[in-house]
């Protein structure tokens, strides 16, 4: 079956606690992105990787880190996390790139920083 | 730069009434325009698209029309259910980024 798989579904940690929250895809799909979606802000694009050692910064990347070493996985890094990053966040992937605008998205992950 | 702009929500309706969301966007060039659908605990996923102007998407009893010269993508059913019951974002996908609206949450009383 064709999906976006992301760990942990839910986690709540402290302030300062490094974390990964981690993202799998199996369409071999080019392009990959991470969103966080809060109440009034809708979503809002975090990161995104055209292919693999290639990543950008979307509109809120302060905070987060990414790599793109296997086209697969993608992962979401928070360093020292802190309250305002608590949020719900979605990664989502697409065949051919960002201008298609056909992304398959993950179930979210749900972070609450302490 | 490009946006989109969706009608507000929450928006409450009773079963088989007709459904209008509004979506207006912002662009340079010919984005292509889509609607996704967020039900409650899930991920987002695509629920209809149109590439270019006056196409017609069209999925699950849904419908929406590229329309250029009023720059609007509105989202439409005739007859809603409660299993509906859902946020739903417009989108745009320009020359440079995929852009979502804030979202609708559409509830849907039996």
């Known amino acids: 079956e064709a999906q976006v798989t992301q760990n942990p579904r839910y986690l709540i940690t402290v302030t300062g606690k490094k974390l990964t929250v981690t993202c799998s895809q199996n369409m071999n799909h080019e392009y990959m992105s991470w969103y966080r979606q809060d109440p009034g802000l809708g979503l809002r694009q975090i990161y995104y990787?055209?292919?693999?050692?290639?990543?950008d910064k979307g509109d809120v990347p302060e905070g987060y880190k990414v790599s793109r070493k296997e086209k697969r996985n993608f992962p979401l890094i928070l360093e020292s996390p802190s309250p305002n990053q608590t949020s719900l966040y979605f990664c989502?992937?697409?065949?051919?790139?960002?201008?298609?605008?056909?992304?398959?998205f993950g179930e979210g992950s749900r972070l609450t920083v302490l | 730069g490009n946006s989109v702009t969706q009608m507000e929500g929450p928006v409450t309706l009773s079963e088989e009434a007709f459904l209008t969301i509004n979506c207006t966007y912002t662009a340079t060039g010919y984005p292509s325009l889509f609607w996704y659908v967020q039900y409650p605990g899930e991920g987002l996923q695509l629920l209809l698209k149109?590439?270019?102007?006056?196409d017609k998407g069209s999925n699950k009893g849904f419908e929406a029309t590229y329309r250029k010269e009023t720059t609007s993508f509105h989202l439409e059913k005739g007859s809603v259910q409660v299993s509906d019951s859902a946020v739903y974002f417009c989108a745009l996908s320009g020359d440079d980024k995929i852009i979502f609206g804030k979202g609708t949450r559409l509830h849907i009383l039996p």
């Open positions: 989502a992937s697409s065949l051919r790139g960002k201008l298609t605008g056909e992304l398959f």
């Open positions: 149109a590439t270019k102007a006056d």
């Open positions: 990787s055209m292919n693999v050692e290639v990543t």
